[in-house]
């Protein structure tokens, strides 16, 4: 029972953890990728540093074990320093199939964050998948 427990517990830290990938996005922010149960999600945010009104996050979903057909729009949150945002549109391919690519829209966050986390909660997974990036510094020594 307790390597059961044990399993289970060291499965859903590993649901947090996204692993950069090997491409830069653009000035410092790159690209994060998670794989899990089969299903892979690569989120490639925005360029930060440059002035925006949106934010933009290209999104790529890919697997051959169920069908992806989440609503992004409604099962994704930006948090920005504690405060949650929820998206202003999805635009890409619709919900189904095995291959999909669009952008969740986000108004920009002002003054810009110190920090940023996309929470993506598929169904059927316990925790939201989390795509965090670091602005700035918070200059408060944490």
């Known amino acids: 029972m307790l390597k059961q427990?044990?399993?289970g517990f060291a499965f859903a830290a590993m649901a947090l953890v996204a692993v950069p990938s090997s491409h830069a996005a653009n000035s410092g922010a790159a690209a994060q990728?998670?794989?899990?149960?089969?299903i892979k999600v690569t989120v490639t945010p925005p360029d930060f540093a440059k002035p925006a009104q949106n934010w933009e996050f290209a999104v790529a979903l890919?697997?051959?074990?169920?069908?992806l057909g989440d609503e992004l729009v409604k099962v994704s949150t930006l948090v920005a320093?504690?405060?949650?945002y929820t998206p202003i549109e999805w635009k890409g391919a619709a919900p189904g199939g095995h291959h999909r690519k669009g952008s969740l829209h986000f108004k920009a966050v002002s003054p810009q964050p110190s920090a940023v986390e996309l929470q993506i909660h598929l169904s059927g997974e316990a925790v939201p998948r989390s795509f965090r990036w670091i602005l700035k510094g918070t200059g408060n020594g944490k």
């Open 62 to 67: 890919e697997t051959h074990t169920r069908d």
């Open 5 to 7: 427990f044990l399993f």
């Open 81 to 84: 320093d504690g405060k949650r």
């Open 33 to 38: 990728t998670t794989d899990i149960h089969g």
